[in-house]
């Protein structure tokens, strides 16, 4: 798996609940910018947007790279995942990433616990999601449930393939962010296979303690250094 893949796949991964009781965290035109950082350097740019489609959500997501990265290893990579309202179930998925040298386009159909590609068609778990529904679906849980060293998994398609994430909840604690001083949720990831994080390296997701669930920090500790994405800017959604 690629770069931003890799690190986009174990962004959504921090994001864990158990119920629909409360409202949603998100709404129509809810936008967030990140800021990929590699050591001190900054690599380029990751964006979120949600679209009210009348009972159905259009998800969209972009990864750019820039400054010093971008002449070296150019990242524009594409992806929109589309599911139903009531049960955030994804119906629709599709990617086009460039990757330095790598590049791929691909279309999914979700439909009777099976997954179709244009290369071929897999049968999924229940509740399986896409590698962008997945993070919308996990902030439309309830929090609150959970307690310090709970341990789950959510199983997720990319590539033809489920692998499951596993997170485990380590500690609260506060952060200067965008959107104020806040107390959040710490979670540690793992991916439990697939092949897409190695036994060697860490991540940590910094997730706001309130209604909005709202990602402000990843930290991943890899073979050659570390990157961290950073909440950049914000916009909340309209709620009508």
């Known amino acids: 798996m690629k770069v931003f893949q890799l690190i986009l796949v174990l962004f959504l991964t921090s994001f864990l609940g158990f119920s629909q009781e409360k409202p949603m965290a998100f709404n129509n035109g809810e936008t967030m910018l990140f800021k990929f950082k590699y050591g001190f350097i900054s690599a380029g740019y990751g964006e979120l947007k949600v679209h009210d489609e009348g009972g159905k959500f259009h998800f969209e997501a972009r990864g750019w790279s820039a400054g010093f990265f971008d002449p070296f290893f150019k990242v524009r990579d594409y992806y929109d995942s589309y599911v139903y309202a009531d049960d955030m179930m994804p119906y629709y998925f599709t990617r086009d990433v460039e990757e330095g040298n790598y ?138």
């Open 103 to 240: 590049k791929k386009k691909q279309n999914v159909t979700f439909q009777d616990l099976k997954a179709s590609s244009e290369k071929k068609t897999i049968d999924i778990p229940n509740n399986t999601q896409d590698l962008v529904s997945f993070f919308y679906y996990l902030r439309s849980q309830d929090l609150e449930s959970m307690k310090k060293k709970d341990k789950l998994q959510v199983p997720i398609y990319l590539d033809d393939e489920i692998f499951e994430a596993e997170f485990t909840y380590d500690e609260d604690e506060k952060l200067r962010t965008v959107v104020g001083r806040k107390k959040c949720m710490v979670f540690s990831v793992k991916v439990m296979s697939g092949r897409v994080f190695g036994d060697s390296e860490e991540l940590k997701v910094w997730v706001t303690k309130d209604e909005q669930k709202i990602p402000v920090k990843l930290k991943a500790d890899i073979a050659v250094g570390s990157i961290k994405m950073i909440l950049d800017e914000y916009t909340a959604g309209i709620f009508e």
